[in-house]
């Protein structure tokens, strides 16, 4: 299958839209919540519990309820790994992540997958994604994103709602027509498999999701400030800008107040979520 003629010119705008941008999934994405100072079976484990916590949830309040959980666990000189975890109580898991999307149910997977860790993987995590959508509660996105951040091992594409949605409105999806008529996160998978570079598999998802969250959100997305919208290379834009325009790309300009805008609300609307401190992320201009 071949690359829609327009990927490489998206891709180009889309890298340099966000090495100006930064969004939640830079600063307390699932890759950056478990303890990088952990043994390694552990560090595995919070990896894996992150993306069972991310589902239907912000990343900001993903992050706020790995911390509880480890600052349950500390209470009780326990450490955030399988062990630790298999020795709390349901209603204690459930307590923790209660601002999590679906909350009880996921505390019910957290304790069921803990437990099978411990009894068949040595409170290890499974090292294939077949074994991983084995345990309760783990589809796709999260086995192919949880093989890359704990094993390292880039062996498909993470597809969450936002690299879904905009694989569609970029038309990426126009080359396969079982992927556009099923309409689901799977078949969008599945489909970019068949042409994306596999170089590619992992940088798509976190351009795709901080794009999303920050200049693209379904609800109210930034048309006007978009250098994809500017260069025509989205069928859905509703504002076009000129190019001369947009100060934060201009390679020239001194003047990040466009992007601190948009930054400036999402960070707050996101780390406010769970109190968390709004620490801002040092701007990296493109050049």
């Known amino acids: 299958m071949k690359v829609p003629s327009r990927f490489y010119a998206q891709l180009d705008a889309l890298r340099i839209i966000r090495q100006s941008i930064k969004g939640p999934v830079d600063y307390v994405g699932c890759h950056m919540l478990p303890d990088q100072t952990a043994e390694p079976k552990a560090r595995r484990y919070q990896c894996l519990v992150s993306l069972m916590l991310s589902s239907q949830t912000k990343d900001a309040v993903t992050a706020g309820a790995m911390s509880s959980l480890r600052e349950a666990l500390a209470t009780r000189n326990l450490i955030f790994s399988v062990d630790g975890v298999c020795k709390m109580t349901l209603e204690e898991i459930d307590e923790c992540i209660a601002k999590v999307g679906f909350h009880t149910k996921k505390a019910h997977y957290i304790l069921q997958t803990s437990r099978i860790l411990r009894e068949k993987y040595d409170g290890d995590i499974p090292e294939s994604t077949e074994d991983l959508q084995k345990l309760p509660g783990v589809g796709p996105k999260m086995a192919y994103l949880c093989m890359q951040s704990a094993w390292g091992k880039v062996l498909g594409i993470g597809v969450d709602v936002h690299v879904h949605r905009l694989s569609r409105m970029l038309g990426w999806l126009d080359c396969d027509p079982v ?6 996160p799977e078949a969008t998978r599945l489909c970019l498999e068949k042409w994306l570079p596999k170089e590619l598999w992992s940088e798509i998802n976190p351009l795709l999701v901080g794009f999303g969250q920050t200049m693209c959100p379904k609800k109210s997305p930034h048309c006007d400030q978009c250098l994809l919208a500017a260069r025509h ?15 934060y790309i201009n390679e020239k300009s001194q003047d990040p107040k466009q992007i601190e805008d948009i930054e400036d609300l999402v960070v707050k609307r996101e780390l406010e979520d769970y109190s968390l401190p709004a620490k801002r992320v040092k701007l990296e201009h493109a050049t």
């Open 233 to 247: 290379l989205c069928k859905n834009a509703k504002l076009r800008p000129q190019e001369a325009d947009l100060h």
């Open 179 to 184: 992927a556009k008529q099923k309409n689901t």
